[in-house]
């Protein structure tokens, strides 16, 4: 049982991500944090900062050993962290004469902290991997539907034609800014934490720079310019780029809902969710979370962006609020991400629909193009006036705008080109062809 949704046996299959919360449990918490101490032990032994043989013996037992998470749960709540009690377990583990060399020069933090980093560079290239793969479906679907009309809207209003493929793009364009950031941003976020407890290293004098470069280069990551203990902008910017995802996914998944409404009904999500009472209904299940996860990573932010008030070189308060926060806003933005493929994957067009909708009477998404058409004749005022005129008689009589005003004006326009939706596309194939030309191969 678990009191988070996003690890809950019954839910976490809608909000959740076992893949990513698979790098985060308490099992590969362990692991990972013995993996920096096995590197630690190694880098060390090779550099004579403790005896050669002792730390491939230490680095063979952390390789390989067991531990219960369970039994660190004493030894974290008096500690405030599990290393100590996750450091005394290796060291009952090793020949008694390598303990004093386990964990040499390490502190807590930076044990966590470094294995945090190597979590999330797993958790980032996942993510990356969804993200790429369906920024290539949206690139495909865009490309499909680059002349399909369809009722532009705004403020929830019909306004003018438009093409499903333009709508895709602009939902595409801020998944490849989302993209770039994430390049931007690993040199800055997986980074090394190795500086002893009050960011000084000073127990390993000389040394200490050596073994920095060395345990960096052994868990290939990169070397931060100053201690980041309380200096955790790095795990904010994660945050927020996470936030930018998961909202970029929860725009799509709020569209697809207004779309695929029974009255509107130009796209379909898949094989919808049924109802416990209405047989008739396929429900949005899939892009209703998307809009949840979205608001629910927004939420979040604000905590992480909170726990970047740290005290002094060490902040006890701020680290814990950062861990209660960053791996649910990982889960969840990973679910959005595997929710999103799922959706593109299986989302039905119905082109006639989002067509009949353009150019069924009282044809009303004509009006903008009509009176710039009038304009080339007659004054403005007095082409807008003419327009509006013409909509209450279509509206009125059912009939359709353009010919109510072909048989209201003698103006020479071109009823024909005007009528013709393809000619209201304007710039849209050019932004729609800048989007692809952006999508990674």
Do not use: C
Not at 303 to 310: E, G, I, K
Not at 376 to 393: C, G, S, W
């Amino acid at each position: 049982m678990s009191a988070s949704l996003l690890s809950s046996a019954i839910h976490a299959g809608l909000v959740g991500d076992a893949e990513i919360a698979a790098l985060l449990d308490d099992t590969a918490r362990i692991q990972t944090m013995l993996k920096v101490e096995a590197a630690l032990a190694r880098v060390e032994g090779e550099l004579g900062i403790i005896p050669k043989a002792a730390a491939k013996r230490i680095a063979a037992v952390a390789g390989k050993l067991a531990i219960d998470p369970a039994s660190l749960a004493a030894g974290t709540a008096k500690d405030g962290m599990a290393v100590p009690a996750l450091v005394a377990a290796l060291r009952a583990a090793v020949p008694p004469g390598d303990r004093t060399h386990v964990h040499f020069a390490g502190t807590s933090q930076d044990i966590i902290d470094t294995a945090l980093v190597l979590a999330l560079r797993d958790a980032l290239d996942i993510i990356e991997k969804r993200l790429r793969s369906l920024a290539k479906a949206l690139a495909a679907l865009a490309r499909k539907h680059r002349h399909t009309i369809m009722p532009g809207r705004t403020r929830f209003q019909p306004a003018v034609p438009i093409a499903f493929g333009g709508k895709v793009a602009a939902w595409l364009a801020p998944l490849l800014r989302d993209l770039d950031r994430l390049k931007e941003m690993r040199p800055r976020l997986l980074v090394l934490s190795f500086f002893g407890p009050a960011g000084t290293l000073s127990v390993l004098g000389t040394r200490g720079a050596d073994v920095e470069q060395a345990l960096a280069a052994e868990l290939g990551l990169g070397i931060a310019s100053a201690p980041w203990h309380t200096a955790r902008d790095g795990f904010a910017e994660l945050g927020s780029w996470l936030a930018l995802v998961a909202g970029t996914l929860g725009k799509i998944g709020a569209d697809v809902i207004l779309l695929a409404q029974a009255e509107v009904a130009e796209v379909r999500p898949g094989s919808g969710g049924g109802s416990s009472t209405l047989p008739h209904k396929a429900n949005p299940v899939g892009p209703e979370v998307l809009v949840a996860l979205a608001g629910f990573a927004a939420d979040r932010v604000g905590s992480l962006h909170r726990a970047l008030v740290s005290a002094h070189e060490r902040d006890g308060a701020a680290w814990t609020l950062e861990w209660l926060t960053l791996p649910d806003l990982l889960v969840a933005t990973g679910a959005a991400t595997r929710l999103a493929g799922d959706l593109i994957a299986g989302l039905v067009v119905d082109a006639k629909r989002m067509r009949d909708h353009v150019t069924a009477a009282p044809g009303l998404l004509f009006a903008e193009g009509a009176t710039y058409a009038l304009m080339a004749h007659m004054p403005r005022a007095e082409a807008e006036a003419l327009v509006k005129a013409a909509i209450a008689e279509a509206v009125a009589d059912a009939g359709h705008l353009v010919d109510v005003l072909a048989a209201k004006t003698r103006a020479a326009v071109d009823w024909a080109k005007l009528r013709d939706p393809q000619q209201a596309l304007g710039l849209t194939g050019a932004y729609i062809d800048r989007v692809l030309k952006r999508v990674p191969r």
